[in-house]
């Protein structure tokens, strides 16, 4: 498990990048002065930030989760009908329970699309199933470095520390998915009996 820390170590440390400081908003523009989106990707990625935007300061459940579910079918789409297809097969043998044919599918997905985070969160979802938790956490690294506001992976880091006794780390994990998506189910009361835990009593 030492492995596995190293890894959440690395983790927590990027969260203190540039790349996560995206609160402010740009400046708004008017529809004459704002460019046309040059391909999908940048179309997606727009409407990727103001869902994200939304979702950091929806107190609502209902409302937060159909925000949550948005975000994550624009994740989903890789932009490649090939990747598309071997991400759905996957999907089909984890439902069957063929771990190992789901992981060899998703394999297949980051090598053939390395900039793919949704592949990388896939398979760390699958290799977390499979019990393999190191695996699980340097694709859960993959997975922030190309999307750092992934409040899944974010979530699910937190859950393998919790579990493996890493409270400190831990903590910080569910602290920033509640950055990103305050109305998680459940993960507030939980974050605060963890800090409880953690730091103790404030005075």
């Known amino acids: 498990m030492a492995r596995s820390l190293a890894a959440a170590v690395l983790i927590l440390a990027a969260s203190a990048l540039p790349a996560l400081a995206d609160d402010a908003p740009p400046a708004p523009q008017s529809p004459a002065a704002r460019p046309a989106p ?12 103001e869902l994200l935007g939304r979702l950091s300061k929806t107190d609502d459940p209902r409302s937060a989760k159909r925000i949550a579910g948005a975000v994550q079918a624009l994740w989903l789409r890789s932009g490649s009908e090939t990747i598309d ?15 190992d044919a789901a992981i060899k599918l998703m394999d297949e997905v980051v090598s053939l699309r390395p900039d793919f985070a949704e592949g990388w969160n896939r398979r760390a979802t699958l290799n977390f199933a499979a019990k393999d938790y190191d695996a699980a956490m340097a694709d859960i690294h993959q997975t922030l470095v ?23 780390q831990a903590l910080a994990a569910f602290r920033k998915t509640l950055e990103i998506y305050p109305a998680v189910e459940g993960l507030k009361k939980e974050t605060d009996e963890l ?3 953690v730091e103790g009593q404030p005075i």
């Open 38 to 49: 040059a391909n999908p990707e940048v179309d997606r990625r727009g409407a990727l930030d």
């Open 85 to 99: 297809l071997l991400t759905a097969r996957a999907g089909e043998a984890q439902r069957g329970q063929k771990l």
């Open 146 to 168: 190309r999307e750092p506001r992934h409040f899944g992976a974010w979530l699910a880091l937190g859950r393998i520390l919790a579990s493996s006794g890493f409270d400190k």
């Open 195 to 197: 800090a409880l835990k």
